[in-house]
């Protein structure tokens, strides 16, 4: 599939070339909505993972949860570098629909996961 703003290899798991084949269509469909929305750059800082990467996550204390929409290409981690580019990338997301949204210091996770609730909105501590 063909994506205006993205291409797959921006969400591959950073151990395995070629895994952002497996983000959903539907998920990445919506999100190329949302930075059309949105009108600014949204820079993939982490897509798909695999269980070895996520599990380092873990190891490492950076809030990767177990069950992570990442490990099933649901979700995505957007980059963000002050409070206006945050503040586009959510509305952004908002206006697409997006409803499981996770806001950091210096990222935002969007994720749409059908086995998880919704509507959700959660932040992160500082240092993430």
Do not use: C
């Not at 002050?82 to 210091?105: T, W």
């Amino acid at each position: 599939m063909i994506y205006r703003y993205f291409e797959l290899s921006e969400f591959d798991s950073p151990d395995k070339p070629g895994s952002g084949e497996n983000m959903q269509s539907e998920f990445m469909r919506k999100l190329d909505f949302a930075r059309e929305l949105a009108q600014v750059p949204f820079v993939v800082s982490s897509g798909y993972r695999t269980l070895a990467h996520n599990k380092g996550l873990i190891e490492k204390s950076y809030n990767a949860s177990p069950n992570s929409s990442h490990l099933r290409g649901w979700a995505a981690d957007i980059r963000t570098r002050n409070g206006q580019e945050r503040y586009k990338v959510l509305d952004g997301l908002i206006r697409a629909g997006f409803e499981r949204i996770g806001i950091g210091s210096r990222f935002i996770h969007v994720d749409a996961d059908p086995k998880k609730p919704t509507p959700r909105i959660w932040t992160y501590p500082k240092a993430v």
